[in-house]
């Protein structure tokens, strides 16, 4: 055999194994904190429960105190606190019991307004931080989303809002147990160069943003830009992002998740950096707006790829696999995500290849049952002209909507043992620029 075959085989056999094998062999379980087991109690610091004085600066000395003796557990016991905002510490666990209710101080109280509040528990360049116990943190959000509406004449929006909890390259980080709701924005929001991120049994609520009487908007679950990431037995229903990421995060397991409202598992806007080794497993989502959503555009694009999603059930979501790179696109017809045809995708224009092209290759998607809600279609991967969307393998995917499945500007698509059911027939599959096999 020449040298040139050679070569080809070995990359051929590369490209076989990381598809297949990576998600056993990369992925590790993320390092969880380390903290000194001494306990500081936010009341003998002056914070007050069920009183409705702000009691920030006692939980703030709490945290003060354990960090200046090398780390702690700032304990919370039963009762409801308000408070302001908090910077956290490094080796630091706020604990809160059952029957603990902490609150971030209403609207017209909140420090620097609609125009400069800071983030509620904020933290940068910390390491083995935790937030824990049965107890819940309350935003009290409801009077700050309708803030989301208003924009200057540019389309920017005019007012700020606080997300509850944020980290920025940050490590060792557990969220473990407690109970998220109604937060202004962002419930959970890391960030920067973090990494060995774990979020375990949390439970997240907010009003979906179709919600008739009090939409929350921008009320994303868990937004988290990260390496070494598991988010785990988390029960989620708010209105937007379920899960999201940007680039630059890698090795992240999703697993045993319970997903609501919503607007899916998602990826991207922004992927510049590149998002890869993701494995999504065993989660169940029911009227969520999309299951698996990977979203981009140009010039704020990257690769994506080695992405892992199995054994998965979905119940009345709006669109149960949705891949694309056009999602700034302006032209109705490429917006209208639900109806587009080969037809109009191929009509998408092509344009150079750059460092910030969205690039998706090496997804796979096995043991998948969905229906799609009333007048969705079963699913939609759509890559761009000059950067088709290469190596997708669906495997026992079966799927009942009432419009097929899209698969434009494509390449290397494997389907396998799938039953995509619509009304026009068993597996209807409408295609446009693509290599797709099919067996049965």
């Given at each position: 055999m020449n040298k040139p075959n050679i070569v080809a085989l070995f990359a051929a056999l590369l490209a076989c194994t990381t598809a297949n094998l990576f998600a056993d062999n990369v992925l590790r379980t993320p390092l969880l904190p380390k903290i000194q087991n001494s306990v500081f109690d936010v009341t003998k610091y002056?914070?007050?429960?069920?009183?409705s004085s702000d009691s920030a600066p006692g939980i703030q000395a709490a945290i003060d105190a354990a960090a200046s003796a090398g780390g702690?557990?700032?304990h919370f016991p039963a009762g409801e606190f308000l408070s302001g905002p908090l910077r956290m510490a490094s080796g630091i666990e706020i604990r809160l019991e059952a029957g603990t209710t902490l609150k971030m101080l209403p609207i017209d109280r909140y420090p620097g307004g609609t125009q400069d509040p800071k983030d509620f528990i904020t933290g940068d360049q910390l390491h083995d931080i935790a937030i824990t116990g049965g107890g819940t943190i309350d935003g009290q959000g409801s009077p700050w989303w309708p803030l989301a509406k208003e924009k200057d004449d540019a389309g920017k929006q005019q007012k700020k809002r606080p997300r509850m909890i944020t980290f920025h390259s940050s490590e060792?980080?557990?969220?473990d147990k407690v109970k998220l709701i109604n937060s202004p924005m962002f419930h959970i929001a890391i960030g920067g160069k973090s990494s060995d991120i774990t979020v375990r049994g949390v439970t997240i609520r907010a009003p979906s943003s179709e919600d008739p009487v009090n939409p929350s908007h921008n009320s994303?679950?868990?937004d988290v830009t990260a390496q070494h990431v598991v988010i785990q037995d988390c029960d989620v229903s708010v209105g937007d992002d379920n899960f999201t990421c940007a680039g630059g995060t890698r090795d992240v397991r999703i697993t045993h998740c319970t997903y609501g409202e919503g607007h899916g598992v998602s990826i991207g806007s922004g992927t510049a950096g590149g998002v890869s080794d993701f494995v999504v497993e065993d989660c169940t989502f029911t009227g969520t707006g999309c299951?698996?959503?990977?979203?981009s555009d140009r010039a704020r694009g990257g690769v994506v790829e080695r992405m892992t999603y199995r054994n998965l059930k979905m119940t009345n979501v709006g669109i149960p696999i949705l891949i694309y790179g056009s999602y700034f696109a302006k032209e109705k017809q490429f917006r209208d995500l639900t109806n587009l045809n080969a037809e109009i995708a191929t009509k998408f224009p092509s344009q150079p290849m750059t460092d910030r092209t969205?690039?998706?290759?090496d997804i796979t998607f096995t043991n998948i049952t969905a229906t799609a809600a009333k007048g969705s279609r079963a699913g939609l991967i759509w890559g761009l002209p000059e950067a088709p969307a290469t190596n997708i393998v669906l495997k026992n995917v079966a799927i009942t909507a009432?419009?097929?499945?899209?698969?434009?500007?494509?390449?290397?698509?494997?389907i396998e043992g799938c039953h995509i059911q619509t009304p026009d027939g068993l597996n209807k599959i409408v295609s446009g620029d693509a290599d797709i096999t099919q067996t049965n």
């Open positions: 002056g914070a007050k429960s069920n009183d702690g557990v700032v060792r980080i557990l969220i994303d679950a868990c299951g698996i959503r990977i979203k969205p690039v998706y290759r009432d419009k097929p499945f899209g698969i434009f500007s494509a390449r290397n698509v494997k």
